[in-house]
């Protein structure tokens, strides 16, 4: 061999109108492509990954029930059933891992809450002539016992805007509160002259007012301005100074 050449690498031949030489080092890349290109004997056929995501998709279904229905248990009033937060949490966790899971806090929020509000809502204008002291008593066993146990259900749920616990208080503003405005607003009005609104109302006003889920406030927000400041004075909100128990 002649002095500063290089050798050349072993090759071989493939059979067909032309032929070719391939490295060695190139072939066994090749031979490994072709391998892990074969269909795997383990692999499932179409037909079983389409019974599998229909299965999975009615699994996602059921664990929507549960959460519904548990949801709608915790607001229960005036008493709540226990739950099984370990089953729950699973229950959340698997919801997040589906195509749903990045839309659960906006899914909880407007559907979840509304629909467990509904109830305590009819039961709310049942007592329209008590309606500040069934208010209180809704409060009351929401703000110790719905709240903690929505919190530690969805404890996983992680949203850029909103908490769990902020968008649980918006829901009992929106879907309970804010439904009752029209009796609500004189009566408070009255309580407050009297000196007489209970203290549950005026904390739970105070709580709610606390939220802030978008800048400039909504209208939903600024309603319940109003309603504060027919029980707290002096208040000082977005549109200015509340003074004297009215609007």
Known sequence: MPRGKLARAPSFTLPGRA?????????????????????RPDAPSP????????????????????????????????EAASEDLAALHEDVRVLQRSQAGSFMLEYYQSTLLR?????????????????????????T???CHSLPALQAVFVSVKHQRLSVRQATLVGFRDYLLLQVEEDLA?????LYARNAVPAAVRQMLLVLQGVTECYPPSDKRL????????CVSPYQVYRGCYVGGCD
Request: charge should be positive.
């Open 19 to 39: 032929m070719l030489r391939l490295d060695p080092a190139l072939r066994f890349s090749l031979g490994r492509l072709v391998e892990a290109a074969r269909p």
């Open 47 to 78: 037909a079983a990954q389409a019974r599998f995501a229909t299965s999975w998709q009615l699994r996602f279904r059921e664990e929507w029930g549960r959460l519904r229905a548990a949801v709608r248990r915790l607001f229960h009033w005036p």
């Open 115 to 139: 629909d467990a509000a509904a109830p305590l809502l009819a039961r709310l204008l049942e007592r329209r002539a008590e309606l500040a002291q069934t208010l209180a008593l809704v409060w």
């Open 141 to 143: 066993h929401f703000y």
């Open 186 to 190: 004189p009566l408070l009005q009255q």
């Open 223 to 230: 309603r319940l301005e109003q309603l504060v400041a027919r």
